[in-house]
């Protein structure tokens, strides 16, 4: 059998992995769920020392979440609840992961998001991080007809690093933009 230079040997979701800086024995709450694989990818580097928990906007994507963990054979908890009421404890986790590929905060009315960035804080512990993840602008003709109906992705915008600047999170930036998606990440202050 030949191989085929052309085929993607690496692990698709390296990337993802690497930015959100997961590591065994993390406490992991995911938002949303726009894509199973990547959920995965993150929620199986926490180990079994670790725990990872998914918390679904809806059903559709709670159910994308359980069959992409079986898939993997990674163990994730699966709680369905909105972003502005996370049902999950007070300061039990180091990082908050929230998929923002579908535009899950991106489509909130702004007093929702806030309540959504808070609601982030609340559940991380001091010193914990959270990292949106977003699309990234189309480019080409793509940009010139998504432009027309819809400015740039929230957090592509800049409106996600500003949410959580709003919010008390320090150290707020673009991570990167590579392979259509954009990184933001905020930590929560140790004192505070």
């Known amino acids: ?9 690496d692990n698709p979701y390296l990337l993802v992995v690497s930015m959100t800086g997961v ?3 993390d406490r992991l709450v995911q938002v949303g769920c726009a894509h199973g694989g990547r959920l995965a990818a993150v929620a199986g580097k926490v180990g079994l020392s670790g725990r990872a928990v998914l918390v679904a906007p809806d059903e559709a994507s709670a159910a994308r979440a359980r069959k992409a963990a079986s898939d993997a054979g990674v163990l994730v908890e699966i709680e369905t609840g909105p972003p502005t009421r996370l049902p999950v404890e007070d300061a039990a986790f180091d990082l908050a992961v929230v998929d923002e590929t579908g535009g899950l905060l991106g489509t909130m009315r702004p007093e929702d998001r806030v309540v959504a960035v808070r609601e982030l804080a609340r559940v991380l512990r001091p010193g914990g991080r959270v990292v949106v993840i977003g699309a990234a602008p189309r480019g080409g003709l793509g940009a010139l007809l998504t432009r027309a109906h819809s400015g740039p992705p929230f957090a ?10 709003a919010d008390g999170f320090k150290s707020a930036r673009m991570l990167a933009a590579r392979e259509g998606l954009v990184f933001v990440e905020g930590i929560k202050p140790r004192n505070g």
């Open 1 to 9: 059998m030949a191989l085929n230079p052309f085929v993607r040997r």
């Open 23 to 25: 590591k065994m024995g």
């Open 156 to 165: 592509a915008s800049g409106q996600a690093t500003l949410a959580l600047e």
